[in-house]
């Protein structure tokens, strides 16, 4: 015995003790996370009422690669481009991960010459932001993308934009929310008369998208402070970016002296009076609020920008609410196609795209709330036997099963116990078991069971499959 335990330990030492084992620290990277079945579960249910939406709408798929030619990413973010992820030199192209689909989605349309497409595409994209990961803030992220790319008659794909996210966010049933509504060319327009220089129209812009976050005297204390704005221009500023209405808002401002006068605010208030129009016929102005404080911060919008925020209700539940804010956004953006082409040939588009992880963190935290038991699995019957010795007719049944086109599942025991085989399916959620027994094997038939209300029915082998799918599909 000493023996073989000295020739143990020696080969122990040679495969290296525990000591010289390098210690892995298992953790996902800063601002990313896994997903295990429960939460993909609710993951693919919010995906499928989405993308239904899109289709309901005429739209076609496509998908890019993940990394783009760093150039093709560069300078179309304005101030957000300090987060793009670059990655190292592979092979003599300088490259770096997507941080949105519609920058790709314009480069796509400029490099295969297309004119005119309504797509959807829903993939993930990258940003180095300080992640707030409650808050359904990653740097890596599913968006989901709708976009109309082509030369229409004004607002009308517009308002179906805005239409489209009011179906989504109605049918998830996420609470009450509001679609702010504005226009990049009433914003230009409204920095020009308040004396804002050209070269400040971005910067502070930035700063005014902030007023949903912190109040007026912070943002007008950046503009004057950091970004060097006159206080006169900021307090005019300031008399305009704290309105917010409906049509009656637009039609005062068509009538302001000094706006009225602009002609890009004078154009943009115009359209925006086609769209309210259009946005009444669909029946959905109740949640759409004109607003003049909302900027969106990427400097491709040129026309129309819209963003979907939910109202935070008070829930008998939860103590503290999740602060959730925007849950949607987009715009018009003429201008994006052209830089990609060689002749600057401009695509007018318009598109969404809806906020997937903070509409999962919503969801998420409300499953956890209420307790509700989410299935991980589709399976439909449990193929069971009763006693010893049945593992081959217990695979021959499930084989025809899987053959017609049913969810089926087996254990992987050559006799398991008939109590562990139905515990399994209160467990999973399985609605039925299959068993078969040495005397349902003379007489042609199967046990057909019904876990939720335990009755057990005697169904024909031949009629099994439809039996199955009478039951699974009510």
Same mark, same amino acid.
């Given at each position: 015995i000493?023996?073989?335990?000295?020739?143990?330990?020696?080969?122990?030492?040679?495969?290296?003790?525990?000591?010289?084992?390098?210690?892995?620290?298992?953790?996902?990277?800063? !601002?990313?996370?896994?997903?295990?079945?429960?939460?993909? +579960?609710?993951?693919?249910?919010?995906?499928?009422a989405?993308?239904?939406?899109?289709?309901?709408h005429? +739209?076609?798929?496509?998908?890019?690669?993940?990394?783009?030619?760093?150039?093709?990413?560069?300078?179309?973010? !304005?101030?957000?481009?300090? @987060?793009?992820?670059?990655?190292?030199?592979?092979?003599?192209?300088?490259?770096?991960?997507?941080?949105? @689909?519609?920058?790709?989605?314009?480069?796509?349309?400029?490099?295969?010459?297309?004119?005119?497409?309504?797509?959807?595409?829903?993939?993930?994209?990258?940003?180095?932001?300080?992640?707030?990961?409650?808050?359904?803030r990653?740097?890596?992220?599913?968006?989901?993308?709708?976009?109309?790319?082509?030369?229409?008659?004004?607002?009308?794909?517009?308002a179906?934009?805005?239409?489209?996210?009011?179906?989504?966010?109605?049918?998830?049933?996420?609470?009450?929310?509001?679609i702010?509504?504005?226009?990049?060319?009433?914003?230009?327009?409204?920095?020009?008369?308040?004396?804002?220089?050209?070269?400040?129209?971005?910067?502070?812009?930035?700063?005014?998208?902030?007023?949903?976050?912190?109040?007026?005297?912070?943002?007008?204390?950046?503009?004057?402070?950091?970004?060097?704005?006159?206080?006169?221009? +900021?307090?005019?500023?300031?008399?305009?970016v704290?309105?917010?209405?409906?049509?009656?808002?637009?039609?005062?401002?068509?009538?302001?002296p000094?706006?009225?006068?602009?002609?890009?605010?004078?154009?943009?208030?115009?359209?925006?009076?086609?769209?309210?129009e259009?946005?009444?016929?669909?029946?959905?102005?109740?949640?759409?609020?004109?607003?003049?404080?909302?900027?969106?911060?990427?400097?491709?919008?040129?026309?129309?920008?819209?963003?979907?925020?939910?109202?935070?209700?008070?829930?008998?539940?939860?103590?503290?609410?999740?602060?959730?804010?925007?849950?949607?956004? !987009?715009?018009?953006?003429?201008?994006?196609?052209?830089?990609?082409?060689?002749?600057?040939?401009?695509?007018?588009?318009?598109?969404?795209?809806?906020?997937?992880?903070?509409?999962?963190?919503?969801?998420?935290?409300?499953?956890?709330?209420?307790?509700?038991?989410?299935?991980?699995?589709?399976?439909?019957?449990?193929?069971?036997?009763?006693?010893?010795?049945?593992?081959?007719?217990?695979?021959?049944?499930?084989?025809?099963?899987?053959?017609?086109?049913?969810k089926?599942?087996?254990?992987?025991?050559?006799?398991?116990?008939?109590?562990?085989?139905?515990?399994?399916?209160?467990?999973?959620?399985?609605?039925?078991?299959?068993?078969?027994?040495?005397?349902?094997?003379?007489?042609?038939?199967?046990k057909?069971?019904?876990? +939720?209300?335990?009755?057990?029915?005697?169904?024909?082998?031949?009629?099994?499959?439809?039996?199955?799918?009478?039951?699974?599909?009510?």
């Amino acid at each position: 015995i000493a023996k073989e335990v000295a020739k143990l330990l020696e080969m122990k030492a040679q495969l290296g003790g525990d000591e010289g084992k390098p210690k892995f620290v298992l953790k996902t990277p800063k !601002g990313t996370r896994d997903y295990g079945p429960k939460q993909m +579960a609710i993951r693919e249910r919010v995906f499928s009422a989405i993308i239904s939406c899109f289709k309901r709408h005429g +739209a076609e798929v496509i998908d890019t690669p993940v990394f783009e030619l760093k150039e093709t990413l560069t300078g179309k973010y !304005g101030e957000d481009s300090k @987060l793009i992820y670059d990655l190292k030199d592979q092979g003599g192209e300088l490259l770096s991960l997507r941080y949105d @689909l519609t920058v790709p989605f314009a480069r796509y349309l400029a490099m295969n010459k297309i004119t005119n497409i309504k797509r959807y595409h829903i993939a993930k994209v990258y940003r180095r932001d300080n992640p707030a990961m409650t808050r359904g803030r990653y740097r890596e992220f599913y968006q989901c993308d709708f976009d109309i790319a082509g030369q229409f008659d004004p607002m009308i794909p517009d308002a179906e934009c805005l239409k489209i996210v009011h179906e989504i966010l109605s049918d998830l049933q996420l609470g009450d929310f509001v679609i702010k509504v504005n226009d990049r060319r009433i914003l230009d327009g409204m920095f020009a008369v308040c004396g804002v220089p050209d070269s400040k129209f971005r910067t502070i812009c930035s700063s005014v998208d902030k007023l949903d976050k912190v109040p007026w005297e912070e943002v007008r204390s950046e503009m004057v402070g950091e970004k060097g704005l006159s206080p006169e221009a +900021a307090d005019r500023v300031g008399e305009y970016v704290q309105l917010q209405g409906g049509l009656d808002l637009i039609e005062q401002l068509l009538q302001d002296p000094k706006l009225s006068q602009n002609k890009l605010a004078k154009e943009g208030l115009g359209d925006m009076k086609l769209l309210f129009e259009y946005l009444t016929l669909f029946g959905i102005t109740g949640k759409i609020s004109f607003d003049l404080s909302l900027a969106r911060g990427l400097d491709y919008y040129t026309g129309v920008i819209f963003e979907a925020v939910l109202l935070q209700q008070e829930n008998e539940h939860v103590e503290e609410l999740v602060g959730v804010g925007s849950v949607a956004g !987009g715009g018009r953006y003429d201008g994006l196609v052209g830089m990609f082409d060689p002749k600057g040939r401009k695509v007018p588009c318009v598109g969404v795209s809806i906020g997937i992880e903070r509409i999962f963190s919503i969801l998420e935290q409300r499953l956890e709330a209420s307790e509700e038991k989410i299935r991980t699995t589709e399976t439909q019957v449990l193929v069971a036997s009763a006693q010893k010795k049945l593992l081959e007719e217990r695979l021959k049944l499930i084989s025809e099963l899987w053959d017609a086109g049913i969810k089926a599942e087996m254990l992987y025991k050559k006799n398991p116990k008939l109590l562990n085989q139905l515990q399994y399916c209160e467990d999973t959620g399985i609605p039925l078991v299959a068993i078969v027994g040495e005397q349902e094997l003379k007489d042609g038939v199967v046990k057909l069971r019904i876990v +939720a209300t335990r009755e057990e029915v005697n169904i024909r082998r031949e009629s099994l499959v439809e039996e199955i799918r009478t039951r699974t599909s009510q």
